[in-house]
């Protein structure tokens, strides 16, 4: 029996709301408050039944912020559950505009998981972009200024195709409720495209690889979490099924990994396999069988907690040295081992080593494959799974913690930092070895075991094998040096390509100011003068020049002994005026 | 001062891992023989098919991206230029 009767709200309102209280709390209270909103979300949440709650009308619609179903619960579970472990990692953080942002960005993905209308959606879809655009800027440094406006143009511009598409959606269906869209008309492919870009499909992916590695580093634990994983959610909502999704999906897991073999980064090599993990999902999404759709959605929910973690020990490392680079790190695991084995446990995870959180769940994904006889996809997701360990699961953790020592003794981060990422690592692990309470929230019943013994020792022998395939590359001096360098991506043709259009434009602007100086201010003038000083001598000029005489140069100057009397000038200029009084009076009458 | 592990600062300790990542290896090999396979391709009950395939995997990955690398590597300063 319920004591208390609680009313539920919209769970994005009490992040958005909560936030602006957050400048005028001080200390203890501050932190107390920030740490007890995910809280409150987390108990809203239970209180939440299925259906469709929180309508309010507008004009002709109704705007629907609580479409609740096994599908949106969740996703407002899990970005509940990771706001909480992230405020814990960014409570010292003594930047307000910091926390404001973090609890706005996390409400506006709530809002997105909830939203059952295309205006809410919409608004809670830019907001996602504004709040977290700050996540960067506070870094205060001019990198991640100009990593943020980057970040903040491309956002708008997919916002934009977002806007148009449903525009268009909207206008052939007549009402702005949305559920299932898939792939018919312009104003769908223009949907897909907007949320395609959130969800960093290629060739849509560059602004996270651009933005997330220059990020503060509490930032970047939420960005890691919200922006893809929404726009997972929304395309598992609308777009589930879409054949395309299946291949680029599949292009997604594979590419960024060598990317992420040659980033010098730590948080960029982690950016490139954000990308590579959200492959699978949208891959996933793509087969849309039941299974997909299940191991698509409990993917996400893993990825965010070991890439959150993953996320928090690089943050860690930058926090306590100030580096973030291959070449400048080796040797912390001395005297960080305790952020080393929490790296490793988020390593192992986004790794699928079996007993840790990511086998339970992408092998439902790959498994999904198989059953719809994708072969070639099933190549590529397994290469991929064996390329993520190699980079994420070795990589980060081994020229981070070891590998060659760098000399510096940084101690562990304070105890808060600890303590958030000891939480997502015991829900690594946990979920690893239990998977059933996950398996119970999936959208669909789960029928899949993925401790099998073939499974586990075909999964271990992927990742082994992988593992000496990088052991012995090591040994030998075959693998790629790490080295003070940047890799180009797509990003290249906005940034260097936006240089080359200004150049173009200002190229195009600069011949037009040429010719009009040359017009306006250099011949007009002085032939107009010309003109006033012999008005009817020009004529005559110019008729004489016509018929081949010549000029005598005494003519071109002016005359005083005219034989054509002043009169007639005056008369010229009379005339002009009245031409002009009355062009301009018929125009402006 | 702060106390510090040193535990891969001893070399034998490094190849006393590397040795146990081996024997590893080749217990996987071996159990290989003795599961029950129950995949859906063909390939997948082929013996040791995972351990190939991940080795394979792993080694192109490297050489690919060192091709990579030798198209889309810039200085740092290259987008500051």
Same mark, same amino acid.
């Given at each position: 029996?319920?004591?208390?009767?609680?009313?539920?709200?919209?769970?994005?309102?009490?992040?958005?709301?909560?936030?602006?209280?957050?400048?005028?709390?001080?200390?203890? %209270?501050?932190?107390?408050?920030?740490? $007890?909103?995910?809280?409150?979300?987390?108990?809203?949440?239970?209180?939440?039944?299925?259906?469709?709650?929180?309508?309010?009308?507008?004009?002709?619609?109704?705007?629907?912020?609580?479409?609740?179903?096994?599908?949106?619960?969740?996703?407002?579970?899990?970005?509940?559950?990771?706001?909480?472990?992230?405020?814990?990692?960014?409570?010292?953080?003594?930047?307000?505009?910091?926390?404001?942002?973090?609890?706005?960005?996390?409400?506006?993905?709530?809002?997105?998981?909830?939203?059952?209308?295309?205006?809410?959606?919409?608004?809670?879809?830019?907001?996602?972009?504004?709040?977290?655009?700050?996540?960067?800027?506070?870094?205060?440094?001019?990198?991640? /200024?100009?990593?943020?406006?980057?970040?903040?143009?491309?956002?708008?511009?997919?916002?934009?195709?977002?806007?148009?598409?449903?525009?268009?959606?909207?206008?052939?269906?007549?009402?702005?409720?949305?559920?299932?869209?898939?792939?018919?008309?312009?104003?769908?492919?223009?949907?897909?495209?907007?949320?395609?870009?959130? @969800?960093?499909?290629?060739?849509?992916?560059?602004? /996270?690889?651009?933005?997330?590695?220059?990020?503060?580093?509490?930032?970047?634990?939420?960005?890691?979490?919200?922006? &893809?994983?929404?726009?997972?959610?929304?395309?598992?909502?609308?777009?589930?099924?879409?054949?395309?999704?299946?291949?680029?999906?599949?292009?997604? #897991?594979?590419?960024?990994?060598?990317?992420?073999?040659?980033?010098?980064?730590?948080?960029?090599?982690?950016?490139?396999?954000?990308?590579?993990?959200?492959?699978?999902?949208?891959?996933?999404?793509?087969?849309?069988?039941?299974?997909?759709?299940?191991? @698509?959605?409990?993917?996400?929910?893993?990825?965010?907690?070991?890439?959150?973690?993953?996320?928090?020990?690089?943050?860690?490392?930058?926090?306590?040295?100030?580096?973030?680079?291959? #070449?400048?790190?080796? !040797?912390?695991?001395? &005297?960080?081992?305790? #952020?080393?084995?929490?790296?490793?446990?988020?390593?192992?995870?986004?790794?699928?080593?079996?007993?840790?959180?990511?086998?339970?769940?992408?092998?439902?994904?790959?498994?999904?494959?198989?059953?719809?006889?994708?072969?070639?996809?099933?190549?590529?997701?397994?290469?991929?799974?064996?390329?993520?360990?190699?980079?994420?699961?070795?990589?980060?953790?081994?020229?981070?913690?070891?590998?060659?020592?760098?000399?510096?003794?940084?101690?562990?981060?304070?105890?808060?930092?600890?303590?958030?990422? !000891?939480?997502?690592?015991?829900?690594?692990?946990?979920?690893?070895?239990?998977?059933?309470?996950?398996?119970?929230?999936?959208?669909?019943?789960?029928?899949?075991?993925?401790? &099998?013994?073939?499974?586990?020792?075909?999964?271990?022998?992927?990742?082994?094998?992988?593992?000496?395939?990088?052991?012995?590359?090591?040994?030998?001096?075959?693998?790629?040096?790490?080295?003070?360098?940047?890799?180009?991506?797509?990003?290249?043709?906005?940034?260097?390509?936006?240089?080359? /259009?200004?150049?173009?434009?200002?190229?195009?602007?600069?011949?037009?100011?040429?010719?009009?100086?040359?017009? $306006?201010?250099?011949?007009?003038?002085?032939?107009?003068?010309?003109?006033?000083?012999?008005?009817?001598?020009?004529?005559?000029?110019?008729?004489?020049? %016509?018929?081949?005489?010549?000029?005598?140069?005494?003519?071109?100057?002016?005359?005083?002994?005219?034989?054509?009397? #002043?009169?007639?000038?005056?008369?010229?200029?009379?005339?002009?005026?009245?031409?002009?009084?009355?062009?301009?009076?018929?125009?402006?009458? | 001062?702060?106390?510090?592990?040193?535990?891969?600062?001893?070399?034998?300790?490094?190849?006393?891992?590397?040795?146990?990542?081996?024997?590893?290896?080749?217990?996987?090999?071996?159990?290989?023989?003795?599961?029950?396979?129950?995949?859906?391709?063909?390939?997948?009950?082929?013996?040791?098919?995972?351990?190939?395939?991940?080795?394979?995997?792993?080694?192109?990955?490297?050489?690919?991206?060192?091709?990579?690398?030798?198209?889309?590597?810039? =200085?740092? =300063?290259?987008?500051?230029?």
């Amino acid at each position: 029996m319920r004591i208390i009767m609680i009313n539920s709200v919209p769970p994005a309102a009490i992040f958005i709301i909560g936030a602006l209280f957050i400048p005028f709390l001080k200390g203890k %209270t501050k932190s107390a408050f920030m740490l $007890f909103l995910p809280v409150l979300g987390f108990m809203n949440l239970l209180h939440v039944t299925v259906g469709t709650h929180w309508v309010v009308p507008f004009l002709n619609h109704s705007i629907i912020f609580g479409r609740i179903d096994k599908l949106s619960m969740v996703f407002g579970y899990i970005f509940t559950l990771i706001s909480f472990i992230g405020i814990l990692y960014a409570i010292r953080v003594e930047d307000d505009i910091q926390h404001v942002a973090a609890f706005v960005y996390a409400g506006a993905a709530l809002g997105v998981t909830f939203a059952g209308d295309f205006i809410s959606l919409y608004i809670f879809w830019e907001l996602l972009a504004f709040s977290s655009v700050f996540l960067v800027w506070s870094r205060r440094t001019q990198k991640a /200024l100009d990593a943020g406006f980057r970040y903040i143009l491309v956002h708008i511009v997919g916002g934009l195709i977002l806007l148009a598409g449903i525009l268009i959606y909207v206008s052939n269906t007549g009402t702005i409720e949305f559920d299932y869209i898939g792939l018919s008309g312009l104003g769908s492919w223009l949907i897909l495209i907007g949320f395609a870009l959130n @969800a960093a499909i290629f060739p849509l992916h560059p602004w /996270l690889t651009d933005a997330y590695p220059e990020a503060t580093v509490t930032g970047a634990v939420f960005m890691s979490a919200f922006t &893809t994983k929404s726009a997972v959610y929304i395309l598992a909502r609308t777009f589930p099924g879409t054949e395309l999704l299946i291949w680029v999906g599949a292009f997604m #897991t594979a590419f960024p990994i060598f990317y992420a073999v040659i980033a010098n980064d730590i948080r960029r090599v982690l950016a490139y396999s954000l990308i590579n993990q959200v492959g699978f999902m949208v891959c996933g999404i793509g087969i849309g069988t039941q299974m997909a759709i299940n191991g @698509a959605v409990s993917h996400a929910f893993c990825h965010i907690i070991y890439k959150s973690l993953l996320f928090m020990s690089a943050g860690s490392v930058l926090y306590m040295t100030g580096k973030i680079r291959c #070449t400048d790190l080796g !040797g912390l695991y001395k &005297t960080m081992p305790i #952020t080393a084995l929490f790296c490793m446990i988020g390593a192992a995870s986004i790794s699928a080593f079996p007993l840790f959180s990511g086998f339970i769940s992408k092998s439902m994904v790959i498994s999904a494959s198989v059953t719809e006889n994708l072969v070639i996809v099933w190549f590529v997701l397994q290469f991929a799974s064996a390329g993520v360990f190699h980079h994420a699961g070795i990589k980060v953790p081994f020229f981070m913690f070891f590998g060659e020592d760098s000399g510096i003794r940084a101690k562990e981060p304070p105890l808060n930092m600890l303590l958030a990422m !000891g939480i997502a690592a015991f829900l690594c692990v946990f979920i690893g070895i239990f998977p059933a309470p996950l398996y119970s929230i999936l959208p669909y019943a789960v029928d899949y075991i993925p401790y &099998t013994a073939s499974h586990v020792v075909g999964q271990l022998q992927l990742l082994m094998f992988g593992a000496l395939a990088f052991i012995l590359l090591i040994l030998s001096g075959y693998y790629p040096a790490e080295l003070r360098a940047i890799n180009l991506d797509i990003d290249w043709f906005y940034r260097k390509g936006s240089r080359f /259009l200004i150049y173009v434009l200002t190229g195009i602007a600069a011949g037009i100011a040429r010719f009009c100086e040359y017009l $306006f201010i250099q011949q007009l003038p002085r032939h107009l003068a010309a003109f006033v000083k012999r008005p009817i001598g020009t004529f005559t000029d110019v008729y004489r020049r %016509t018929g081949g005489e010549k000029v005598p140069a005494s003519a071109s100057k002016p005359e005083l002994a005219t034989t054509i009397p #002043t009169g007639v000038s005056v008369l010229f200029a009379i005339g002009f005026l009245s031409i002009l009084a009355f062009v301009f009076a018929m125009l402006f009458r | 001062m702060k106390r510090e592990l040193k535990i891969f600062d001893n070399p034998k300790n490094v190849q006393r891992f590397l040795y146990i990542f081996y024997v590893a290896l080749f217990a996987l090999l071996v159990i290989d023989f003795f599961i029950p396979k129950h995949g859906h391709f063909p390939w997948e009950g082929a013996p040791e098919f995972f351990a190939v395939y991940g080795f394979l995997s792993c080694v192109s990955l490297i050489f690919i991206a060192k091709l990579l690398r030798k198209i889309v590597r810039r =200085d740092e =300063d290259y987008y500051d230029k």
